[in-house]
């Protein structure tokens, strides 16, 4: 099962993550070093001054988030093959809920859209879902009760 | 400047559209995307900052102000979009429901809404700085792809905020599918601080658990929604601004009118947010309410009322007291370090004690001027004067005046703005 202090991302996520940090990384050096304004000392108040300083202080929390991800990342793996019959991360599961087929893939919270496709394992539907195999039901108890009948799982997992 | 006035002008237009989810369940007047972008910022400004994962709570409400205003051109898409039958009876049917569809198709689906709204925000923001245009951008991207916490948070709040919504239309109409929305958050929201609020939400409207807290606080807000300005209601406006529209539209100003400044940006958000909450409890006071007795009112609506010295600090210290008052009754079951935050900020606003403070309300009354002048606009016979002449005395800001030395192009000519008074 999913350990919550772990961040759980699939190859090209993490290859998405990896970029964004180069990338930052890259942005950051050239400030720091090529395009700091000349008033770095002043103390007048000056826009060009401002900006740069709010940038750099957002890019150093945005560094610092993905510093944090990228220490704590584990990367989904296809089950083997004896496995591959219950629901884990990187599962694309076909459900029937009230006679409507639905279909998402199951993703840690970071790469998680719904809107796409993508739930989160720490979502209560995700959550419920892990470990389920063709045929189980599971039953999700907001208010109103919704029965989730899985019907297929499927992994592709590059 | 011309060019964030145009902004502010086109984000308006939310004021006045009504959120399509509630249009097609058939909600008596629902909410406006102004009026729910609103609540999102409060709600997910205060969940926000209990999360233990600490996030950026000025990014989290600049996301939030944001996360809807591509629909000023691309309208409210729904889930639902392009699916929906004819027949008004299915129509309802279907909507019970949160919609099921393969993944491809839904990937294909959000690929369309993504490219037309981003579109449509690209063509909102097009004319502001290079600087505000890529936060803008920037922070709708964290939106709609989830790609940092802000983002993530924002967009699970979004929809938390909606199931509230919904919640309190069925609590008044129970005849109201909530359904899908439950459906949907069950997939969508995994932020313990969100799910702790959906637990308490579940509470409260199945288990009839008296509200308490933060579910308390937003609910109260969401009956304030619907509150329209006083200074409207006076001045016999049809569907007016409500202050909640107007909180949001000053949000959003203070954000691109004070980008530049040095000053607490977190803060003049936040006071743009809070400012007004206490006339849920206090009703929103004008200064012309004490002067208009018999069939006067046209006659005094046509001025800023004129007071001795004495007379005007007389009517702030009673005016402070009775807002505040209603600050301490409206926030008295909220955490002690939340409820200090917003009386604090309240009160730092009203009483102009610090810079941002000035600045919040000087944008607060050049954001009700902007509304006047567009009602004047439609309206010729609209009581301008009373506003022109209060502007005169209440802003002061070098920046803000220039904003409204060119709102004053836009809307009036010359030949309009003569002394009533003179024949």
Redesign the interface.
């Known amino acids: 099962m999913p350990d919550e202090n772990n961040f759980y991302l699939t190859k090209e996520g993490l290859k998405k993550i990896k970029k964004e940090y180069e990338d930052l990384l890259q942005i950051k050096h050239l400030k720091t070093t090529g395009e700091a304004p000349k008033i770095l000392h002043s103390e007048d ?1 000056d ?1 060009e001054y ?2 740069y300083q709010e940038d750099l202080s ?1 890019l150093d ?2 560094l610092l ?1 993905l510093e944090n991800i990228l220490k704590n990342t584990k990367l989904i793996k296809m089950p083997p093959k004896t496995q591959q019959d219950a629901i884990d991360l990187g599962a ?1 599961v076909l459900v029937e ?2 006679g ?6 199951i993703v840690g ?1 970071l790469e ?6 993508k ?2 394992n ?5 959550r419920q879902l892990l470990g389920k195999k063709v045929g189980d039901e599971i039953v ?1 108890s ?3 009760k ?1 029965v989730y009948k899985i019907k297929k799982i499927k992994y592709s997992i590059a | 400047m011309e060019k964030i006035l145009d902004f502010l002008i086109k984000a308006g237009n939310l004021k006045k559209m009504p959120r399509t989810g509630f249009v097609w369940l058939g909600v008596k007047e629902p909410e406006t995307i102004a009026q729910h972008s609103y609540r999102v910022a409060l709600m997910n400004w205060i969940l926000g900052m209990k999360e233990k994962r600490k996030m ?1 709570i000025e990014k989290v409400i600049k996301t939030s102000l944001v996360h809807d205003i591509c629909e000023v051109y691309a309208g409210d898409m729904t ?1 639902y979009w392009g699916l929906l039958p004819a027949d008004p009876v299915q129509r309802l049917e279907m909507l019970k ?1 949160y919609i ?5 198709v ?2 294909k689906r ?1 690929r369309v ?1 993504h490219n037309k709204e981003k579109k449509a925000l690209q063509k909102l923001i097009k004319g502001l700085d290079q ?1 505000d245009r890529k936060e803008m951008m920037d922070f709708w991207m964290d939106y709609e ?2 790609r ?2 802000e983002g ?1 948070f924002v967009r699970q709040g979004d929809k938390v905020e909606t199931l509230l919504q919904a919640l309190e239309y069925w609590g008044s109409a129970p005849d109201t599918p ?2 899908g929305w ?9 932020i313990p601080v969100l ?1 702790d609020f ?1 637990d308490k939400l ?1 509470k409260n ?2 288990k009839k658990k008296a509200a308490f807290g933060e579910i308390e606080f937003l609910m109260k807000i969401g009956q304030f929604k619907k509150m329209p300005r006083r200074g409207w209601v006076l001045r016999e406006v049809k569907n007016p601004e409500t202050i909640v529209e107007h909180a949001f539209l000053t949000a959003l100003a203070v954000w691109l009118l004070g980008s ?1 400044k ?1 000053l607490n940006h977190e803060k003049m958000l936040k006071m743009s947010l809070a400012y007004e909450i206490c006339e849920i409890y206090a009703g929103d006071e004008t200064p012309y309410d004490k002067l208009i007795s018999g069939g006067n009112k046209n006659e005094v609506l046509k001025r800023w009322p004129k007071l001795l010295k004495k007379e005007k600090e007389r009517l702030f210290i009673q005016d402070y007291k009775k807002e505040k008052k209603a600050l301490e009754k409206l926030t008295a079951n909220l955490h002690p370090r939340l409820k200090k935050e917003l009386i604090g900020l309240w009160d730092e606003c009203k009483r102009q004690t610090t810079f941002e403070g000035t600045f919040v309300n000087q944008v607060y009354w050049l954001t009700t001027y902007l509304q006047a002048l567009q009602y004047y606009k439609i309206n010729k016979k609209f009581p301008i004067w009373g506003w022109y002449e209060q502007v005169r005395q209440y802003i002061y800001d070098p920046a803000l005046i220039r904003f409204l030395d060119i709102l004053e192009k836009k809307f009036l000519s010359r030949k309009l703005v003569i002394d009533p008074d003179q024949p």
């Open positions: 108040v826009p401002l900006a957002m929390s945005k988030e694309t809920i009230g409507s087929k639905d279909e998402f893939v919270t998680a859209n719904p809107a796409e496709g739930i989160s720490e979502s209560p539907v995700g999700v907001s208010p109103h919704t | 950026n889930p429901h099921r569809l393969p993944k491809g839904k990937l959000d809404k600087k792809k989830m940092n916490r993530r909530v359904m439950w459906e949907e958050v069950e997939e969508v929201v995994d799910r959906l579940e409207f199945y530049r040095r």
